[in-house]
Nanobody, 115 residues
Framework: QVHVVESGGGLVQPGGSLRLSCAAS????????VGWFRQAPGKQRELVAV???????NYADSVKGRFTISRVNAKNTVYLQMNSLKPEDTAVYYC?????????WGQGTQVTVSS
């Protein structure tokens, strides 16, 4: 059984930074791709960033140049470094570990960008 836990969310002022962590425990392997998603109130969940099993990364246009996704396979952990945060980045952030057709989601961590 796999358990996924996000952490690192909180309240930050516009222009500030946060680093989110996504840790997986159990039978998880480096072959899994990992994505960060977010869902703002009243909106659909959207993909923010993804890192593949071989380290290739991709980002939503809205976060390019501000967010960086990285992974440490030895720790089964993926990070999302978020800089120059904007109020529109406010959302619950989720991570997903996936290797089709299997996927595991965490419970999410709240990020609020406000002055």
């Amino acid at each position: 059984q796999v358990h996924v836990v996000e952490s690192g969310g909180g309240l930050v002022q516009p222009g500030g930074s946060l680093r989110l962590s996504c840790a997986a425990s159990g039978s998880i392997f480096s072959i899994y791709h990992v994505g960060w998603f977010r869902q703002a109130p009243g909106k659909q969940r959207e993909l923010v960033a993804v890192v593949t099993s071989v380290g290739t990364t991709n980002y939503a246009d809205s976060v390019k140049g501000r967010f960086t996704i990285s992974r440490v396979n030895a720790k089964n952990t993926v990070y999302l470094q978020m800089n120059s945060l904007k109020p529109e980045d406010t959302a619950v952030y989720y991570c997903k570990w996936s290797s089709a057709p299997t996927e595991y989601w965490g419970q999410g961590t709240q990020v609020t960008v406000s002055s």
